[in-house]
C-alpha cells in the first residue's frame, strides 16, 4: 500500500534527497521509497515508478514529498523519523560552517569578497534564470545543472560573449580554475598544459593521466556537451581557445569534444590554425585521417593526453597503445564485452573503440539506453538520463552499478565486464568499497558455474584525491578485479581477450589554408582564468567545501524557488528586479 507524507516549504536539495531515498529503501519491511520535492517534474518521475498517489499532487515546489510502499503501516512512522533525523542533520552541519551563507543575491554579494563565479547545481528548470542573474551581476557562470534548453543556451552564451564572460555548461561536470576543482574534478597538478573540453569524464581521464606523468594543467575550462552544436555554435570553446591563448603560462591547448557539427568544427579548426602554440585535438568518435604541422589529432583520451605531455617536454608526439596482462581461460562460448561506466565519454570512448575493432561483424540492435548495443556486446552510460531521473549519478550512488553487475552473473557467453571508478571531488568517498563485494561475488559465481570471467577496471584519478588513488585500486584488486592504467588499455585490453583488435591511425601531415582571425579576448576572462575565483555557490554545498579547501573564497547560497516555485512569476520578478536595479 502507497503512504504519503508531505513536509510543506521545507527545501532541500535534489541529491541530499535522493541518498536520503536510498537510506530508507533499506528499512526492512519497506518495498520501496522516494522522497523528493513536489515539482511537476518530481511528480511525473513518482507517477512513472509507480508512486503516484491522490495526495500528492496537493505537494508545491517548495514542499518535500515522501511516498512510501510497505504492507505494514507502521513502518511510515519509522520512515518519518528517518527523515526528520536526517533534516535535522543537514540543518545542524549548515548552523555549524563558517557562516558565510545567504538565502538571496542581494546577501550573497554583500556577503562575498570581488566575485567572479556563480557556480550552479539547482534543479533545471530553475537554472537558466540564476544564470541570468549571474550574468547581471557580472559573474561567469559554471551550469552543473542540466535539463536547460538548448535555446536558454544560446541565450545565456550570447550574453555572456558580449559581457565579456563565460558560461561554462549547462551539464558541465568539471572545470579547473587556476587550481580550483569544480564539480566532479580530480586534484591535478598545476603546469603549462591549458584545455578546453564539451566533456566531464574527458577532461578528468585526461587531467589525470598528464598528472600521473609529471605534468601539469593551467586550467580546464568544461563547455557543456552541447556548445558545438549548430545551434550553439561553439562559443564558450572559442572564448576559452582565445584565452588559453593569450595566457603567457600555457605552453600546450589541448580541444576535447565529441563530434561537433561539421560547421562548428571547421570554425573551431579555423581559429586554431591562427595560433602559434601547439595544440592537440580529440574529436571524439572522428577517427583521425590527417595531422597537421602544429595541430596533432588523437584518436583516444589517453593519446590525447600522451601528446599534450609530449608538446609540453618539447618532444614530437607518438603514441604505442598498451594492454594489459591478464590470466584467464575463456570457453569459446563466451565471446561478450559488457561495459558498465559512471563516465559518459569514457562509456562513449569503449562504444568508438569496439565499434571500430569489430566493424566488418557487429550488428547493432536499436537502443536507446545502451551507448553501444551489439549481437554479442553493451556498453552503458550508467549516468545517462534513463538511468538518473530521481536518482543519483553513479559517481555517488553506487546501486544501478551494483545491479547491473549482479544481472551479468546470469549470462554464459559473456567474457569480459569492463568498469570505470571515477574519484575526486564530489564523487562517492569509497567506490571501491561498495563495487568490491560485488565483482568478487560475480567472479566466484563463474567459477562456480565452470567457467572463468574477466573484470576489468580503471581508476580515474590521481594520488592528491581524497579517495586515495593507490588504495581503491587496492581495493578493486584484491576483489579480483584487473586494473587497467587508462580507459584506453582497459577496451583494448577486451577487445583482444575476444579475439579482436584495434588499428591506430597512421596518417600523413597535410596543410590547409585558414582565414586569419581576431584572437584577441576580454580582460576579464583573462583575469579569471589567472587567479584563485572567488565563487558563489548556489546549490550543491559539498561543491563549496572542495572550493574552500582548495583555498579560494566561496559563499554558500541556500538557494530555493521564490513565488511557490511559479516559473511565469519567477520570470516576471526577475525582469522587475533588474529593470528597477535592485537584486533579488
Given at each position: 500500500?502507497l503512504?504519503?507524507?508531505?513536509?510543506?516549504?521545507t527545501?532541500?536539495d535534489?541529491?541530499?534527497?535522493?541518498?536520503?531515498?536510498n537510506?530508507?529503501?533499506?528499512?526492512?519491511?519497506?518495498n520501496?521509497?522516494?522522497?523528493?520535492?513536489?515539482?511537476?517534474?518530481n511528480?511525473?518521475?513518482?507517477?512513472?515508478?509507480?508512486l503516484?498517489t491522490d495526495e500528492?499532487?496537493?505537494?508545491?515546489?517548495?514542499?518535500?514529498?515522501i511516498?512510501?510502499?510497505?504492507d505494514?503501516e507502521?513502518?511510515?512512522?519509522?520512515?518519518?523519523?528517518?527523515?526528520?533525523?536526517?533534516?535535522?542533520?543537514?540543518?545542524d552541519?549548515?548552523?555549524?560552517?563558517?557562516g558565510?551563507?545567504?538565502?538571496?543575491w542581494?546577501?550573497?554579494m554583500?556577503?562575498a569578497?570581488?566575485?567572479n563565479?556563480?557556480l550552479i547545481?539547482?534543479p533545471?528548470?530553475?537554472?537558466?534564470?540564476?544564470?541570468?542573474?549571474?550574468?547581471?551581476?557580472?559573474?561567469?557562470v559554471?551550469?552543473?545543472?542540466d535539463n536547460?534548453?538548448?535555446e536558454?543556451?544560446?541565450?545565456?552564451?550570447?550574453?555572456?560573449?558580449?559581457k565579456?564572460?563565460?558560461?561554462m555548461?549547462?551539464?558541465?561536470?568539471?572545470?579547473?580554475?587556476?587550481?580550483v576543482?569544480?564539480?566532479?574534478t580530480?586534484n591535478?597538478?598545476?603546469?603549462?598544459?591549458?584545455?578546453?573540453?564539451?566533456?566531464?569524464?574527458?577532461?578528468q581521464e585526461?587531467?589525470t593521466?598528464i598528472?600521473?606523468?609529471?605534468?601539469?594543467v593551467t586550467?580546464?575550462l568544461?563547455?557543456?556537451g552541447?556548445?558545438?552544436?549548430?545551434?550553439?555554435?561553439a562559443?564558450t570553446?572559442?572564448?576559452s581557445?582565445?584565452?588559453?591563448?593569450?595566457?603567457?603560462?600555457?605552453?600546450?591547448?589541448t580541444?576535447?569534444?565529441?563530434?561537433?557539427?561539421?560547421?562548428?568544427?571547421?570554425?573551431?579548426?579555423?581559429?586554431?590554425?591562427?595560433?602559434?602554440?601547439p595544440?592537440v585535438?580529440?574529436?571524439?568518435?572522428?577517427?583521425p585521417?590527417y595531422?597537421?604541422?602544429?595541430?596533432?589529432?588523437?584518436?583516444?583520451?589517453?593519446e590525447?593526453?600522451?601528446?599534450?605531455?609530449?608538446?609540453?617536454?618539447?618532444e614530437?608526439p607518438?603514441?604505442e597503445?598498451?594492454?594489459a596482462?591478464?590470466?584467464?581461460?575463456?570457453?569459446?562460448?563466451?565471446?561478450g564485452?559488457?561495459?558498465?561506466y559512471?563516465?559518459?565519454?569514457?562509456a562513449?570512448?569503449?562504444?568508438?573503440?569496439?565499434?571500430?575493432?569489430?566493424?566488418?561483424?557487429?550488428?547493432e540492435?536499436?537502443?536507446?539506453?545502451?551507448v553501444?548495443?551489439?549481437?554479442?556486446?553493451?556498453?552503458?552510460?550508467?549516468?545517462d538520463?534513463?538511468?538518473t531521473?530521481?536518482?543519483p549519478?553513479?559517481?555517488?550512488?553506487?546501486e544501478?552499478r551494483i545491479e547491473m553487475?549482479e544481472s551479468?552473473?546470469?549470462?554464459?557467453?559473456?567474457?569480459v565486464?569492463?568498469?570505470?571508478?571515477?574519484i575526486?571531488?564530489g564523487?562517492?568517498?569509497?567506490?571501491?568499497?561498495?563495487?568490491?563485494?560485488?565483482?568478487?561475488?560475480v567472479?566466484?559465481s563463474?567459477?562456480?558455474?565452470?567457467?572463468?570471467?574477466?573484470v576489468?577496471?580503471?581508476v580515474?584519478?590521481?594520488?592528491?584525491?581524497?579517495?586515495?588513488?593507490?588504495?581503491?585500486?587496492?581495493?578493486?584488486?584484491?576483489?579480483g578485479?584487473?586494473?587497467?592504467?587508462?580507459?584506453?588499455?582497459?577496451?583494448?585490453?577486451?577487445?583482444?581477450?575476444?579475439g579482436g583488435?584495434?588499428?591506430?591511425?597512421?596518417?600523413?601531415?597535410?596543410?590547409f589554408d585558414?582565414?586569419?582571425?581576431?584572437?584577441?579576448v576580454d580582460?576579464?576572462?583573462?583575469?579569471?582564468?589567472?587567479?584563485?575565483?572567488s565563487?558563489?555557490?548556489?546549490?550543491?554545498?559539498?561543491?563549496?567545501?572542495?572550493?574552500?579547501n582548495?583555498?579560494?573564497?566561496?559563499?554558500q547560497?541556500?538557494?530555493?524557488?521564490?513565488?511557490?516555485?511559479?516559473?511565469?512569476?519567477m520570470?516576471?520578478?526577475?525582469?522587475?528586479?533588474?529593470?528597477?536595479?535592485?537584486?533579488i
Amino acid at each position: 500500500m502507497l503512504y504519503t507524507i508531505i513536509k510543506e516549504n521545507t527545501y532541500k536539495d535534489s541529491i541530499v534527497l535522493m541518498l536520503l531515498s536510498n537510506k530508507l529503501s533499506a528499512i526492512d519491511g519497506v518495498n520501496k521509497v522516494s522522497i523528493m520535492m513536489g515539482t511537476p517534474a518530481n511528480k511525473d518521475i513518482f507517477k512513472s515508478s509507480g508512486l503516484g498517489t491522490d495526495e500528492l499532487e496537493k505537494a508545491k515546489p517548495n514542499d518535500i514529498v515522501i511516498v512510501v510502499d510497505t504492507d505494514q503501516e507502521e513502518k511510515v512512522d519509522e520512515v518519518k523519523e528517518e527523515v526528520e533525523v536526517a533534516l535535522k542533520g543537514e540543518s545542524d552541519s549548515q548552523d555549524s560552517s563558517k557562516g558565510q551563507e545567504a538565502h538571496n543575491w542581494k546577501r550573497a554579494m554583500e556577503l562575498a569578497n570581488n566575485p567572479n563565479l556563480a557556480l550552479i547545481s539547482i534543479p533545471g528548470q530553475y537554472a537558466a534564470m540564476e544564470a541570468e542573474n549571474a550574468l547581471n551581476e557580472g559573474l561567469h557562470v559554471f551550469m552543473f545543472s542540466d535539463n536547460v534548453s538548448k535555446e536558454d543556451e544560446v541565450k545565456l552564451k550570447q550574453k555572456a560573449h558580449e559581457k565579456g564572460l563565460l558560461v561554462m555548461g549547462p551539464d558541465c561536470g568539471t572545470a579547473l580554475i587556476h587550481g580550483v576543482p569544480l564539480a566532479f574534478t580530480n586534484n591535478v597538478n598545476e603546469g603549462d598544459i591549458g584545455i578546453v573540453g564539451a566533456s566531464g569524464t574527458g577532461i578528468q581521464e585526461v587531467t589525470t593521466i598528464i598528472d600521473r606523468y609529471g605534468k601539469g594543467v593551467t586550467n580546464a575550462l568544461g563547455t557543456g556537451g552541447r556548445d558545438l552544436s549548430t545551434e550553439v555554435g561553439a562559443i564558450t570553446m572559442l572564448d576559452s581557445i582565445k584565452a588559453l591563448n593569450q595566457d603567457p603560462k600555457v605552453k600546450v591547448i589541448t580541444v576535447i569534444s565529441k563530434p561537433p557539427a561539421e560547421e562548428v568544427k571547421r570554425k573551431v579548426l579555423n581559429v586554431l590554425r591562427n595560433i602559434d602554440k601547439p595544440v592537440v585535438t580529440l574529436f571524439l568518435g572522428d577517427k583521425p585521417t590527417y595531422q597537421e604541422a602544429s595541430i596533432y589529432h588523437a584518436y583516444t583520451l589517453e593519446e590525447a593526453a600522451v601528446a599534450a605531455v609530449q608538446l609540453s617536454n618539447g618532444e614530437k608526439p607518438s603514441f604505442e597503445p598498451s594492454m594489459a596482462d591478464v590470466n584467464v581461460v575463456l570457453k569459446d562460448t563466451q565471446v561478450g564485452i559488457k561495459g558498465y561506466y559512471s563516465g559518459g565519454t569514457l562509456a562513449s570512448e569503449a562504444a568508438m573503440l569496439v565499434r571500430d575493432a569489430f566493424k566488418d561483424t557487429i550488428t547493432e540492435e536499436q537502443n536507446d539506453s545502451y551507448v553501444l548495443k551489439t549481437n554479442n556486446h553493451e556498453i552503458i552510460d550508467l549516468g545517462d538520463d534513463v538511468y538518473t531521473k530521481g536518482k543519483p549519478h553513479p559517481m555517488i550512488d553506487p546501486e544501478k552499478r551494483i545491479e547491473m553487475l549482479e544481472s551479468s552473473m546470469n549470462d554464459p557467453e559473456t567474457a569480459v565486464i569492463i568498469i570505470d571508478n571515477v574519484i575526486g571531488n564530489g564523487g562517492h568517498e569509497d567506490m571501491a568499497s561498495e563495487l568490491a563485494p560485488t565483482i568478487k561475488r560475480v567472479l566466484d559465481s563463474a567459477r562456480q558455474d565452470g567457467r572463468q570471467l574477466a573484470v576489468l577496471a580503471t581508476v580515474v584519478g590521481t594520488a592528491q584525491d581524497i579517495q586515495g588513488y593507490d588504495k581503491q585500486i587496492e581495493i578493486l584488486k584484491e576483489s579480483g578485479a584487473i586494473i587497467c592504467k587508462t580507459n584506453d588499455q582497459m577496451v583494448r585490453t577486451a577487445i583482444q581477450l575476444v579475439g579482436g583488435t584495434v588499428d591506430q591511425p597512421s596518417v600523413d601531415v597535410q596543410k590547409f589554408d585558414y582565414t586569419e582571425e581576431n584572437l584577441a579576448v576580454d580582460e576579464k576572462i583573462m583575469s579569471f582564468i589567472n587567479m584563485k575565483p572567488s565563487v558563489i555557490n548556489i546549490g550543491l554545498k559539498s561543491f563549496t567545501e572542495a572550493v574552500q579547501n582548495s583555498g579560494s573564497e566561496c559563499v554558500q547560497f541556500n538557494w530555493r524557488p521564490i513565488a511557490g516555485g511559479d516559473e511565469k512569476l519567477m520570470k516576471v520578478l526577475q525582469f522587475l528586479n533588474y529593470y528597477e536595479g535592485g537584486t533579488i
